[in-house]
């Protein structure tokens, strides 16, 4: 018993001196190694809580409902409720998409038991009387099974699972593969969006499957390519691939590819495309599947459809919907999912653009809390009848936690290092710990501009948001310490790799059975070459470019050597070099290891606050919300204030006077200085600029308004008589400039009695005098720098 208590007793003291350690091993915002591994851990700590709730409250249904504490599960009644029904299989969701975040935290134990929990549970045949559709099944199942069988069988990862894995995370890929693919089988080659996983199309109405959209339409390609890899079958990629091409083919003359479409005749339903939903994806794949399987004419389709939105459909600080007849806008609003876009522009190495684009998410976070999934970027039409309110600038008001944000901030980490995306990281974290942790899991918002939370926890809270912030952390992840050339996460998070020797056994054992999946891709095949040409290539396009802008004249050897340069920029990454998932900036670009340049030397850091203030309007409950990028602990850390560029804009008034223009003295009045005084002999005729400072607002020198300079003022202090204060004053004056030059902050200034109160400045004493502490008063307002001496 003595024993037992001693080893006890020890144990304690150990956590004590472990406690004590850790809180030395860093100041918060130093963001060294020790900091980001207990941020790291914290994640891990958050993903096991909402994980073992699932696991608890929610298996072997699809989701927990993370307030009720109870499953969350299909709609069994009413199979139209295709919000629910399109998601939830009723297999398992959670517990796949869960899979891969376990293999990233190295937990080869969980790894294992998780493994065997799927192999339990889902019937092996996935003959499962749902209705779903093809593209969240395909990237939340199918990817989660893939990238889970990539872990479990390679043995340079921490979870390889060895013999004792009997590749059942493949098999189940494959059978649940061939039951999605009998949706390809239209007309046109392009999927319908809804299948039933037993009897295919026998219960499905019409009105559910002749609604396609190009996201849902083309990425499946990438998980069912990475299928025939494995498993050399080359169906998967032969008839998803062509789909892929078939919906590019739908694009405009201006290479703009409509959202939404009829998969079986092809026709558009409406003629807008943009970067958010509907179409994420379809962008996102073009560009990973061209690194995942060194596949050129992907590259070539990102590379023109990326072109097209940059000249028709981008801003400076986010892409908007447009026409893609005319290339004209078509909606005034962003939506959360288009949050991804800076990510991708990474991978591209457009780094540069990607922080402009991430940026606007920012400000959506500050000022909201959370990304509301649709926000109106200027004031609605009727300004004027209606006031421009929080209500008609957020269109659609909930936030599922959704992933796209903190993805691209941690694409951006990796990419410069920058200290200021870590600090992102830290506050979605704090979040997750405090306005977002229930009972049994995360829950996002129902609205934003309430506040309300909503009670679901869609399996990408897991699958996603908490394993990109987890990885902002994890400095060592073997992910980042891959060599890997052909390595991608899939749009659902979930990381695939192709090693040389895959490529080679595939390259050397694909096939293809002459089965309907043949017949039917020669069938469309011989119809396409019948049918007339589509729309002119892009060589052609750039061709009729280049001749408007140069001109007729111009021979085709020119034009030619235009064109072959114009081609050059745009088919090659730009900026970056890939390795694996992580872009390498070149050598000749300085980077130092944690430094901020965005805070430090984007000048531009507060222009979106400025620019949209009418539309980035904080809801009640975000009133006091410190801003991310000025959280005073980080701000003040790593903000240089001798070189920055980037200061917040004040929020106090300013004025400008001058006490006579009939100077008798020589200008400019030359101060002598001591430290940080300064003595002026005189003020008359210089131009004065004070600032008008209150607790909480940013004062000219970019800082926060601390209420300790008011509460050491008493009324004692005041000038009773003259001015009659009673209480102490709520703002103070601030000497910030003279002669239109800004001295630095804390400056002080001494004046002369007599110059301000002597005889020859009569006319000035009924607007000035001073208090006992001898500070200058203008209009009984005390300038709390000025001392009369
Ligand atoms: C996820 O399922 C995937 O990231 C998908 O590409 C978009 N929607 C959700 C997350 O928001």
């Not at 918002?445 to 679901?456: C, K, P």
């Not at 001798?642 to 006579?660: G, I, K, N, W, Y």
Request: glycine residues 4%; proline residues 6%.
């Amino acid at each position: 018993m003595v024993l037992v208590e001693n080893v006890v007793y020890l144990f304690h003291l150990l956590q004590i001196v472990r406690l004590c350690l850790a809180s030395e091993r860093f100041t918060p915002f130093s963001f060294n190694r020790y900091e980001l591994e207990d941020y790291k851990n914290e994640v891990r700590d958050l993903f096991y809580f909402a994980f073992d709730s699932y696991l608890t409250h929610g298996y072997p249904y699809d989701e927990v409902k993370p307030i009720s504490c109870v499953p969350k599960t299909r709609n069994f009644t009413h199979e139209h409720d295709l919000i629910t029904n399109d998601v939830l299989g009723n297999f398992t969701t959670t517990l796949v998409d869960s899979l891969s975040t376990i293999a990233i935290l190295g937990d080869v134990d969980r790894f294992a038991e998780a493994v065997e929990l799927v192999d339990k549970t889902i019937p092996a045949d996935f003959s499962l009387d749902v209705t779903i559709q093809v593209f969240e099944t395909t990237i939340r199942i199918l990817g989660g099974l893939i990238s889970a069988h990539l872990y479990a069988t390679d043995p340079t990862k921490k979870v390889y699972l060895g013999p004792s894995y009997n590749n059942h995370l493949l098999t189940k890929a494959k059978v649940l593969a061939d039951r999605l693919l009998p949706s390809y089988l239209t007309r046109t080659g392009i999927p319908v969006p809804r299948i039933n996983l037993r009897s295919q199309f026998q219960k499905i109405d019409y009105m559910l499957v002749s609604e396609n959209n190009a996201a849902a339409a083309a990425s499946p390609m990438l998980e069912f390519t990475m299928l025939s890899y494995l498993t050399h079958d080359d169906k998967y990629r032969e008839v998803t691939a062509y789909a892929f091409k078939k919906t590019w083919d739908l694009r405009s003359e201006l290479n703009l590819l409509s959202m939404s479409f009829n998969p079986d005749t092809m026709e558009i339903y409406h003629p807008m495309t943009g970067t958010g939903a509907s179409i994420d994806s379809f962008f996102e794949y073009a560009l990973k599947g061209s690194i995942l399987f060194d596949d050129s004419e992907l590259y070539q389709i990102w590379a023109e459809s990326y072109y097209a939105l940059s000249i028709h459909a981008k801003a400076d600080w986010f892409f908007y919907n447009v026409n893609t007849q005319s290339g004209e806008m078509i909606t005034p609003w962003i939506d959360s999912l288009s949050a991804f876009f800076p990510g991708s522009q990474v991978l591209d190495g457009d780094v540069a653009d990607a922080e402009m684009k991430h940026l606007m998410f920012l400000k959506l976070w500050n000022t909201y809390g959370g990304i509301p999934e649709r926000w109106l970027f200027s004031p609605p039409r009727d300004r004027g009848r209606t006031p421009v309110n929080v209500s008609n600038t957020v269109q659609l008001g909930w936030y599922a936690l959704r992933p796209e944000f903190v993805e691209s901030t941690y694409f951006l980490y990796r990419a410069t290092k920058d200290v200021f995306y870590l600090n992102i990281g830290w506050h979605i974290l704090q979040d997750l710990k405090t306005r977002f942790k229930f009972e049994c899991g995360f829950a996002g918002l129902q609205n934003v501009i309430t506040g309300e939370h909503q009670d679901r926890m869609e399996s990408f809270v897991l699958g996603e948001t908490l394993k990109y912030l987890y990885l902002l952390f994890d400095e060592s992840n073997e992910l980042h310490k891959s060599s890997q050339r052909n390595q991608i996460f899939s749009t659902e998070a979930h990381p695939m790799w192709l090693t040389p020797k895959m490529k080679e056994q595939y390259n050397r054992n694909k096939f293809m059975d002459h089965d309907i999946y043949f017949t039917h891709l020669e069938h469309l095949k011989k119809l396409s070459a019948t049918r007339r040409k589509g729309p002119p290539s892009f060589q052609d396009k750039v061709l009729g470019l280049l001749k408007l802008t140069l001109g007729v004249e111009n021979t085709d050897e020119e034009l030619d050597d235009e064109l072959s340069k114009t081609l050059a920029a745009v088919h090659h990454p730009r900026h970056t070099i890939m390795h694996g998932t992580c872009p390498v900036l070149p050598k000749d670009k300085k980077l130092t290891f944690y430094h901020s340049r965005l805070l430090n030397d984007f000048p531009q850091l507060f222009r979106i606050d400025h620019n949209y203030a009418a539309t980035l309007i904080k809801p009640k409950w975000r009133q006091n919300a410190q801003h991310i990028e000025t959280f005073p602990d980080f701000y003040y850390r790593w903000y240089d204030r001798r070189t920055s560029v980037s200061q917040p804009a004040p929020l106090t008034a300013s004025f400008e006077f001058m006490l006579d223009s009939k100077h008798t003295h020589p200008l400019p009045v030359k101060p002598t200085k001591q430290g940080n005084v300064y003595y002026f002999p005189t003020l008359h005729g210089c131009k004065l600029r004070v600032e008008r400072i209150m607790p909480g607002l940013i004062d000219t020198y970019g800082d926060y308004i601390s209420p300790k300079i008011f509460k050491s003022l008493c009324p004692e202090d005041l000038n009773p008589g003259a001015c009659g204060f009673v209480q102490p004053p709520q703002e103070l004056l601030i000497m910030v400039a003279i002669d239109g030059k800004q001295f630095p902050k804390d400056s002080i200034f001494v004046t002369d009695y007599d110059d301000l109160f002597g005889p020859h400045a009569a006319d000035m004493n009924d607007i000035l005098s001073y208090n006992k502490k001898r500070q200058l008063l203008i209009n009984c307002n005390i300038v709390a720098n000025v001392y009369v001496g």
